[in-house]
């Protein structure tokens, strides 16, 4: 360790809070203050503590702040079936209302720590009056065959007619099978995309909302919502696929300013339905994260915690998380079985070496306390991220970046030593097949 990062890493020890239960958050809670939108990140997309750790500061803030959504780096109908298992006494089990999450990867959300937030949150709402439920939501855009599924069943119920003429029209997405089909048929064998026909039934179904909404019920204005949403959903989705072979735009950009537009709508709503908007998001720290922090601003592309804090600047709170090592849920490459993976330590003059340098097993920093200290840590340094694709052999070039850690987050979390979060449904290789400590070298 460098002589400064050792100095550092002592002031950094007295300026940590030490996180050991749910009550050690409450220096969390004083920065987070009255802000309507709180972003919790994760640095892996497969870590049981942080899936814990953020359900359990979710729990205060939805019982000592009164926030009332969740949003998740998950589909939209795939999410809203957790929503509805929440908000009711339907005949539906936890377990049932997340076997919606079936697109790879399933563990991301059907996973044992959800598990038990959801049915907190069940058991939370049943006390509560119809207006002052908690919700569940998605902010991801992947679900464009299970969303136009949703459009057609809810006009189905509301106007037959108008059914029968979105069928029609997402039938030109049908006929391509998968979206990858989709994009590739669009980019390199010249068919024609399906743009306008995605865009007619948005905007034909926010002409007939006035008539669908008729009641000015509750009910019938979550119903619309939920449909609307899926209509752009299908059109952000098309867009996104066809343009993703695209060099020119980034489908990254597309992804996070929906999510990004998903969550402005999802506010828009909240307040006008109770007037009373608060949001916890839970996503990937590559997306909450102020994107303008990292390498990402380079390469011309931004996130959600960038949209979020140029949208709503103060009123926006954005807490990092990050871990040393220990094992994780990750899979091999794309589309495989997710895996019980040894995560290995963080590399020299990483914020995940210097954070283990502190020397305590789980802590918290804020970024606001100490300007000496966090004007050291200002200096990019590299950065650790894992999706759901871990590859050790080559984790300098896949999974570090460079980054301003006091920049990019208001709070970080750090846990020294994690454990790779347990899926549903386990497969019998998730608990073998983990690299020995010597891995790759096998000394």
């Given amino acids: 360790m460098r002589h400064d990062d050792s100095s550092l890493a002592k002031g950094l020890s007295r300026a940590a809070y030490p996180i050991h239960r749910p009550?050690?958050?409450d220096p969390l809670l004083d920065l987070i203050g009255d802000a309507p939108i709180v972003l919790l990140g994760e640095a892996t997309h497969g870590t049981q503590e942080f899936y814990r750790e953020r359900a359990n500061i979710t729990m205060r803030l939805i019982t000592e702040r009164d926030f009332n959504a969740v949003a998740i780096e998950g589909d939209w109908p795939d999410a809203y079936r957790v929503n509805e298992y929440a908000k009711s006494n339907k005949e539906m089990t936890a377990s049932q209302a997340l076997e919606g999450f079936q697109r790879f990867p399933t563990w991301m959300w059907a996973n044992r720590e959800v598990l038990r937030f959801i049915?907190?949150?069940?058991?939370?709402?049943?006390?509560?009056?119809?207006?002052?439920?908690?919700?569940?939501?998605?902010?991801?855009?992947?679900?464009?065959h299970a969303s136009m599924a949703a459009v057609v069943e809810y006009l189905d119920k509301v106007d037959p007619e108008a059914a029968a003429r979105a069928r029609a029209r997402y039938a030109c997405l049908d006929h391509h099978g998968d979206p990858q089909s989709y994009a590739y048929a669009t980019n390199y064998r010249g068919l024609e995309a399906c743009e306008e026909e995605v865009i007619r039934q948005l905007v034909e179904l926010r002409t007939n909302a006035e008539n669908y909404l008729q009641d000015?019920?509750?009910?019938?204005?979550?119903?619309y919502f939920f449909a609307m949403q899926n209509a752009r959903l299908v059109k952000n989705a098309e867009e996104y696929y066809r343009l993703m072979f695209s060099r020119s735009i980034s489908s990254w950009n597309l992804r996070d300013r929906h999510m990004a537009d998903t969550l402005e709508a999802l506010v828009d709503h909240l307040n006008a339905v109770n007037n009373r908007a608060k949001v916890v998001i839970w996503a990937h720290n590559s997306h909450v994260?102020?994107?303008r922090a990292t390498e990402m601003s380079g390469r011309g592309e931004f996130n959600i915690g960038q949209l979020v804090r140029e949208r709503y600047g103060g009123s926006a709170v954005n807490v990092g998380?990050?871990?040393?090592?220990?094992?994780?849920?990750?899979a091999s490459d794309w589309d495989e079985p997710?895996?019980?993976?040894?995560?290995?330590?963080?590399?020299?003059?990483?914020?995940?070496?210097?954070?283990?340098d502190v020397a305590q097993p789980a802590f918290l920093l804020r970024m606001n306390q100490d300007n000496?200290?966090?004007e050291q840590l200002r200096d990019p340094r590299l950065e650790r991220a894992i999706g759901v694709v871990y590859r050790p052999e080559t984790e300098r070039m896949s999974h570090y970046f460079l980054a301003s850690l006091p920049d990019q987050?208001?709070?970080l979390l750090h846990f020294d030593e994690t454990q790779a979060l347990e899926p549903l449904d386990l497969v019998e290789h998730w608990q073998i097949n983990e690299e020995p400590e010597t891995y790759p070298f096998g000394l």
């Fill in 321 to 330: 998380f990050m871990t040393y090592s220990g094992t994780v849920t990750a």
């Fill in 338 to 356: 997710g895996q019980r993976r040894r995560v290995r330590p963080g590399i020299a003059g990483s914020y995940e070496r210097l954070m283990h």
């Fill in 119 to 144: 049915t907190w949150l069940h058991d939370h709402n049943l006390s509560q009056r119809d207006e002052d439920k908690v919700g569940f939501y998605g902010l991801d855009l992947y679900s464009m």
């Fill in 23 to 25: 009550e050690d958050y």
């Fill in 409 to 411: 987050f208001d709070a």
């Fill in 372 to 374: 000496a200290l966090v």
């Fill in 289 to 291: 994260g102020d994107a």
């Fill in 216 to 223: 000015d019920g509750s009910r019938a204005s979550d119903a």
